[in-house]
């Protein structure tokens, strides 16, 4: 989660980028919320520290754990679950990996396996009419990295959630010409910088000009969805998987949640970090 790369899409290997880390990312939890009990943030840097800090901030402290706990020994990098199967005559679960490095698959048995790789790394990417049409860039903040790309620009940012209400600031910061922020839900509220504001959904795209709910429109350079992500666990057999679905509503729909699981059990894949 916190190792940044400036990748996007797919890898070195070809497999996609799970990460959706970017340059200038503050944790929004205080460190006296995520601190390990083992390991302070004062044993590791030796002297008090602010209560939120940045993404090179918290990926040190993280490293600086594993290395205390002499972890990474044990830890398979570079190295892909294919398929994550159970048996039930001998109560044991076959996970097949792929090593990248030397491009060979192997199949291990284990008496328990964890699932850790989390569920933002699949954009849900809804799709509003006319968006293909857009004379600018379309994104998902998935494969946001920095906000420098957006100076001068007019942006417009779809979602309620923490990364719209920080992509939308992170823009305006790094010198966007205005940032429009479009969700379903009521005002968010916020005493934003003149040049942020608030619409209801978005209707459909005219070239340049969004059109939305309440019949307003603006002009914009790119749009930034900030809707979320799916529950994607393409190397677990089916009758293993949670089957959440989460869906940013599309214009005129209602929003949907659904979650079940069919054994309690989760697993854990290695990444590709």
């Not at 307003?216 to 809707?227: E, G, M």
């Amino acid at each position: 989660m916190w190792n940044y790369t400036w990748r996007t899409g797919l890898d070195e290997y070809g497999e996609p980028v799970h990460g959706s880390m970017y340059r200038n990312l503050w944790s929004n939890n205080p460190k006296e919320c995520v601190e390990f009990a083992d390991y302070t943030f004062h044993e590791h840097f030796g002297k008090p520290i602010a209560s939120h800090m940045p993404r090179s901030v918290m990926f040190d402290y993280i490293e600086g754990c594993a290395k205390k706990a002499d972890v990474r020994k044990w830890i398979r990098f570079r190295t892909v679950v294919r398929r994550v199967t159970y048996d039930e005559d001998t109560a044991m679960f076959s996970v097949t990996a792929h090593d990248l490095i030397k491009d060979k698959e192997h199949t291990e048995d284990f008496d328990y396996v964890v699932v850790a790789t989390g569920h933002f790394s699949t954009p849900n990417a809804p799709h509003f009419d006319g968006m293909d049409t857009l004379n600018g860039r379309v994104l998902h903040s998935h494969d946001f990295r920095d906000a420098h790309e957006f100076k001068d620009k007019d942006v417009l940012v779809i979602g309620a959630g923490f990364s719209a209400e920080d992509i939308a600031l992170h823009c305006w910061k790094y010198g966007s010409k205005s940032v429009t922020i479009s969700h379903y839900k009521d005002l968010l509220g916020y005493k934003s910088p003149d040049t942020i504001k608030e619409v209801p959904l978005l209707q459909k795209v005219e070239k340049n000009t969004c059109i939305f709910k309440d019949g307003s429109t603006v002009d914009v350079d790119a749009i930034i969805l900030c809707t979320g992500y799916l529950h994607y666990f393409p190397f677990m057999a089916k009758e293993l998987k949670m089957s959440p679905a989460v869906h940013f509503p599309q214009p005129g729909s209602t929003r949907v949640w659904c979650s079940s699981t069919t054994r309690s059990c989760s697993i854990s894949a290695c990444t590709t970090g």
